[in-house]
């Protein structure tokens, strides 16, 4: 991994560190910034990941719906598998957002999520 | 993104883009997550959200981060529909003296939890439907305070433990059957009430974007599975919401101008004990309990068998 000098997180953002007095806090408390809690990994909070077999897949679109952190991404990648059968999406795990709250593999209607324990 | 305009059939109409960022610090599996994914996946960046008190305000905005890409603004439990009138009225007021959003609609969309729906923040929810503001107001009912650590609410159901409820000689649960909202809803005669459930998500949606397209109150009652305080596994969220549905404990209502359609029909439905035996929260229930529960399951069906002039939920399969 290599260091980056640039600022991370809310520091790039406020141009500053987080504020610690009151008169650091922006006016009022706006946060302006949309949908900034994007950048925060929540990857720390899993003790079981989701892995998806792409070969079983069916692309019924169930764990992207029922995902309530956005973890699966839909991507717009061909994919054929071993029966010949070509698909345009394929679902992909975003490992930042995931929390292993496993809905997607109980939720697969042909079990081609299987949860695996995180080592270190 | 803009609203949604054509009804959504099945899961390849939802838009692939997200309105509701991730990273937020709900609980692994939490349902309230995902319905406010849906929610602004439906009304798009032409709303402002007000949003009261509870579990998905105080986890979606850690200072300063944010997960809303609209404009958000936090209020307290009893002033969410109160405040929502008032960012409508103002809208109104804009558009009259200086022609702001003249082209473009803006709409209003409340969301609160049950405790500051059903309990503190009934008044202010009242005055808004009798006055006719042109607000969408979204509950979603995790059927107790959870934020807080679990402390009964009059949305809390018959039997369920929770930590101001316990269990023990004198006190089975919660002594009270789940207050009406729909019925209290119904009484302001508001264009549009719906009860959904975030296991039929493109039932939700058509929902969400029906009580957007109103021009007027109205109401979306949502089920949110709420793991820790429900005491179900992570992975069942979902699953346990759906068997709210097929028990018949939870009915998909749809009420067009006083007119009551049931949206999701179940021909047999299951025994209530396949749903409260997944909860932790029903666990110390006996038989004859859960037989009670029954009867009241099966008079509220045929209640709303009744209402809606059909037979939309059918008899307990044996």
């Known amino acids: 991994m290599t260091e980056s000098t640039e600022p991370q997180g809310v520091e790039r953002y406020l141009g500053k560190k987080y504020p610690r007095t009151w008169d650091e806090v922006p006016i009022a408390g706006i946060v302006p910034w949309p949908g900034n809690t994007e950048e925060l990994p929540k990857h720390s909070w899993r003790t079981i990941r989701p892995v998806i077999d792409q070969e079983k897949c069916i692309r019924c679109r169930m764990c992207w719906v029922y995902c309530p952190d956005s973890a699966i991404v839909e991507v717009d990648k061909e994919y054929t598998n071993k029966k010949g059968r070509t698909f345009k999406v394929s679902y992909e795990v975003n490992y930042d957002h995931c929390k292993g709250c496993g809905i997607c593999a109980f939720e697969c209607p042909v079990n081609a999520i299987q949860m695996v324990p995180e080592e270190r | ?318």
Not at chain 2, 74 to 89: D, K, Q
Request: charged fraction near 25%; hydrophobic fraction near 40%.
């Open chain 2, 1 to 318: 993104m803009e609203a949604i305009k054509k009804p959504i059939r099945t899961v390849w109409d939802i838009p692939r883009h997200e309105q509701f960022a991730p990273g937020h610090n709900m609980c692994q599996g939490c349902a309230a997550a995902l319905i406010m994914r849906m929610l602004m996946k439906v009304v798009g960046k032409d709303a402002i959200v007000a949003m009261g008190t509870g579990c998905v305000e105080v986890t979606t905005t850690p200072f300063p981060y944010t997960s809303w890409r609209n404009p958000w603004l936090h209020l307290a439990f009893e002033n969410t529909a109160a405040a929502a009138s008032g960012i409508e009225a103002a809208l109104k007021a804009l558009k009259r003296k200086y022609g702001i959003y003249k082209d473009r609609y803006v709409k209003v969309v409340a969301i609160a939890g049950d405790g500051g729906t059903f309990d503190i923040g009934l008044q202010a929810l009242s005055g808004m439907m009798e006055r006719g503001h042109d607000v969408m107001y979204v509950v979603y009912d995790n059927e107790a305070y959870m934020n807080t650590g679990i402390q009964r609410s009059s949305a809390t159901p018959l039997g369920a433990w929770t930590t101001t409820t316990p269990v023990g000689k004198r006190m089975r649960g919660e002594p009270h059957p789940k207050k009406d909202i729909i019925g209290i809803a119904l009484a302001h005669r508001i264009p549009y009430i719906a009860t959904a459930n975030p296991a039929y998500p493109t039932d939700m949606m058509e929902k969400f974007r029906k009580a957007y397209e109103t021009r007027g109150p109205s109401l979306v009652h949502v089920l949110s599975p709420c793991t820790p305080g429900w005491r179900i596994r992570n992975e069942h969220s979902i699953h346990v919401a759906r068997l709210a549905v097929l028990t018949g404990m939870w009915v998909q209502l749809e009420i067009v101008n006083g007119k009551p359609r049931v949206t999701v029909k179940v021909r047999k439905r299951k025994p209530v004990k396949e749903y409260l035996r997944l909860q932790g929260r029903f666990r110390h229930l006996t038989d004859e309990e859960i037989q009670r529960i029954q009867e009241m399951v099966d008079r509220y069906v045929e209640e709303i068998n009744r209402w809606v002039g059909e037979e939309a939920i059918g008899p307990v399969e044996a």
